[in-house]
T-cell receptor, first 114, second 112 residues
Framework: NAGVTQTPKFRILKIGQSMTLQCTQD?????MYWYRQDPGMGLKLIYY???????DKGEVPNGYNVSRSTTEDFPLRLELAAPSQTSVYFC?????????????FGEGSWLTVV | QKEVEQDPGPLSVPEGAIVSLNCTYS??????FMWYRQYSRKGPELLMY??SSGNKEDGRFTAQVDKSSKYISLFIRDSQPSDSATYLC????????????WGAGTKLIIKP
């Protein structure tokens, strides 16, 4: 099992550009998440999904969009990139939603907006 | 004020030492507590999960929750260089991953 795979690993965007961070998991998990991690701050939930076709906003959804057309894939779209979106982005998945259930994270995508 | 506070470190200790990592929190409703370990340029991975108060032990790792003081701890015995990582605490008032509040992490360095 590859687990959770994110691409690209690193990307530099210009202000106003758009891009999609790809995420796929091979564990047949229903629950998927996108987080951002900024220096000195805890992980912040951007969007999550409870299954194919169902997504919902997390704590910091502004400037982002997601879709979940299949169980495996959960891409994150950045529209009109802004410097405030410079961050490390993590895609994750879990088998259930309960707190004790392990959240499996990808290796992260480092995004810089200049 | 952040809901969950962690000293960012770095905390540097010699190999074999007992390490104590801590988080304080302000929301008395938190009941579900987790510790994740994050190696450099990797995603976090779950180490320990504790519900409500008390201790939980798993090998060299012990998690403690003191709800009266709003304080949780992770102890690492016989620390190894491979334990060098950033340790994140996370907690939630409900049994739901959607509502996790994460600490910013403490960087731990174990010196051989």
């Amino acid at each position: 099992n590859a687990g959770v795979t994110q691409t690209p690993k690193f990307r530099i965007l210009k202000i106003g550009q758009s891009m999609t961070l790809q995420c796929t998991q091979d564990m047949n998990h229903n629950y998927m998440y996108w987080y951002r991690q900024d220096p000195g701050m805890g992980l912040k939930l951007i969007y999550y999904s409870v299954g194919a076709g169902i997504t919902d906003k997390g704590e910091v959804p502004n400037g982002y969009n997601v879709s979940r057309s299949t169980t495996e894939d959960f891409p994150l779209r950045l529209e009109l990139a802004a410097p405030s979106q410079t961050s490390v982005y993590f895609c994750a998945s879990s088998a259930t939603v309960t707190s004790g259930n392990t959240i499996y994270f990808g290796e992260g995508s480092w995004l810089t907006v200049v | 004020q952040k809901e969950v506070e962690q000293d960012p470190g770095p905390l540097s200790v010699p190999e074999g030492a007992i390490v104590s990592l801590n988080c304080t929190y302000s929301n008395s409703a938190f009941q579900y507590f987790m510790w994740y370990r994050q190696y450099s340029r990797k995603g976090p991975e779950l180490l320990m999960y504790t519900y409500s108060s008390g201790n939980k032990e798993d090998g060299r790792f012990t998690a403690q929750v003191d709800k009266s003081s709003k304080y949780i701890s992770l102890f690492i015995r016989d620390s190894q260089p491979s334990d060098s990582a950033t340790y994140l605490c996370a907690m939630s008032p409900m049994d739901s991953n959607y509502q996790l509040i994460w600490g910013a992490g403490t960087k731990l360095i174990i010196k051989p």
